[in-house]
């Protein structure tokens, strides 16, 4: 069993930076992934970004490319996410997930474990 547990949320102006943070305990697997998705009041859940265990290639969406950058530390086991130039957009409830296999990074269906999410509000 994996647990995920994400942390560093919050209010921030537009044009602001926030570092969110997963902390995952139990057996991830060195072979698999971790990912950030986001759900926005009234929408379906969106991929934001992932990154692999093994060797560290990275996939982002088009909206948060350039602006967002995940990195994660294997022996700590921990995923970052650090968001820059924040928009009102970007507000959401935010959520670490991990995949056992490194494949089908944008699908949230191929995940197999979550987190319970971060609110990220993002103000004009």
């Known amino acids: 069993q994996v647990q995920l547990v994400e942390s560093g949320g919050g209010l921030v102006q537009a044009g602001g930076s926030l570092r969110l943070s997963c902390a995952a305990s139990?057996?991830?697997?060195?072979?698999?992934?971790m990912g950030w998705f986001r759900q926005a009041p009234g929408k379906e859940r969106e991929f934001v970004a992932a990154?692999?265990?093994?060797?560290?290639?990275?996939d982002y969406s088009d909206p948060v490319r350039g602006r967002f950058t995940i990195s994660r530390d294997n022996a700590k086991n921990t995923v970052d996410l650090q968001m820059n130039s924040l928009k009102p957009e970007d507000t959401a409830v935010y959520y670490c997930?991990?995949?056992?296999?490194?494949?089908?990074?944008?699908?949230?269906?191929?995940?197999?474990?979550w987190g319970q999410g971060t609110q990220v509000t993002v103000s004009s």
């Open positions: 990154i692999r265990w093994s060797g560290g290639s990275v």
């Open positions: 139990g057996r991830t697997g060195s072979s698999g992934a």
């Open positions: 997930a991990a995949k056992l296999s490194p494949f089908a990074l944008r699908d949230e269906y191929r995940y197999d474990y």
